[in-house]
Structures are given as C-alpha cells and as structure tokens.
C-alpha cells in the first residue's frame, strides 16, 4: 500500500512509539475503543492515520475549488480572496499589517504586499500607516469589498450547510477542538523533521 507523498507512515514494533507523552493517548484512541491488546491492532492505527491524511488532503483540494469560485465572482484570484478573508478574520478595527496575514495564510509578506497592492488600485482594501509606527502598514476592507462579500452570503451561507451536513453544532465544536490541536502538532511536528530530531 502506498504511503501518502512526503508522508512516512511508521510501521515500528513498538506499539506505544509516543510511550509517555500526550500524543501516545490520542494514538491508542485512534486504535479502537479500547486499550490496545496485542500487536494484531497495529494495522488498525496506521490505517486510521493513512485515511485522515487522504481525507485532509482531499478537503483541502476541494476548498481550493470552492475559493477559486468565490474568487472568480469578484474578478479575484484565489490568493486575493484568502487575503482578503485573512483580513476580514483578524481586523478587530485597527487594521491588519502584511506579517500577520502572511503568518495566517502561511505565505510570504512580500507576496502579501504585492497583491494587497493590487487590491488597493481595485478599491478592495485600504492600506495606511499604522498609528503606532508609519514605517508599517495597516490594512483593512473598504466598504466596496464588504458590499461585494456581503452579496455572496446567501450562496456562502447554503454551501456551509451543504458542507457541514450531519454536524450539530456540538459535533463541529468538538471537532474543531480536534483539529486545532492537530494543526498545533503538525506544526510541531514539521518543525522536528525540518531539524532532524524525528
């Protein structure tokens, strides 16, 4: 069976590879719903592990499509529509410099700067000195992107729905709660394979 791409799924004989820590309790949970009792259940995590990385990988792909859609209804690249959404997600009514969207939207803060340029010569978003520092900039939406956005709420609205169908409002929190702690771990993760401690 072949292993997702820059994914090494690790086959030790150890069961307990996280022995002792917290990522070793989640680990055994994925197993069954039950303390693991012999090596039999082995196959069972790495199966789990391989079907969420596939699942995580095909989300992914398909809110790539959903965001080119939005997008292309405003003559916006995909890029320019993230950056606008980052925007809109972190102005608490100062503004927004380029370094916190960029680490948002993990990209780089001169390809923040160049499209949000872009967007300001269409009207999408302001751009001032920051009050604290004119060296900086602050940015935030117009009111000719928020009328634009605001159009597309009935269909954003019934493409939640579509997409969160058989979730209650329960079942979301707890899996959002989930996955905040997996992106936490991943990052972590990252960080030791990039560095050579995995």
């Known amino acids: ?15 307990d590879i996280c022995r002792g820590s917290h990522a ?12 693991i009792t012999n090596m039999a259940e082995k196959p069972i995590i790495d199966r789990a592990v391989r079907d969420f990385i596939w699942n995580v990988v095909e989300i992914h ?3 790539e499509e959903i965001h080119k859609s939005w997008a292309e209804l405003l003559g916006l690249t995909e890029p320019q529509w993230l950056i606008l959404m980052a925007i809109d997600e972190l102005d608490e009514g100062r503004g927004v410099s380029g370094i916190a969207v960029a680490s948002k939207l993990r990209i780089h803060p001169a390809f923040v700067t160049n499209q ?5 010569t269409m009207e999408f978003l302001a751009r ?22 605001s159009k597309l709420s009935t269909k954003r609205e019934a493409l939640n729905c579509t997409l969160l169908e058989g979730l209650d409002g329960a079942s979301l929190d707890y899996l ?10 991943s990052r972590l ?5 990039s560095i050579g401690v995995l």
């Open 128 to 149: 001032e000195p920051s009050p604290d520092d004119a060296r900086f900039i602050q940015m935030s939406l117009t009111e000719k992107a928020r009328a634009e956005i």
């Open 189 to 193: 993760a990252s960080q030791k394979l």
């Open 116 to 120: 949000t340029k872009k967007l300001e």
């Open 176 to 185: 959002n709660k989930r996955l905040t702690l997996i992106a936490k771990n």
């Open 61 to 63: 792909s398909q809110l």
């Open 24 to 35: 070793a309790a989640a680990i055994r949970g994925l197993w069954a719903f039950g303390e």
């Open 1 to 15: 069976m072949a292993a997702m791409p820059g994914v090494a799924f690790h086959k030790a004989e150890n069961p």
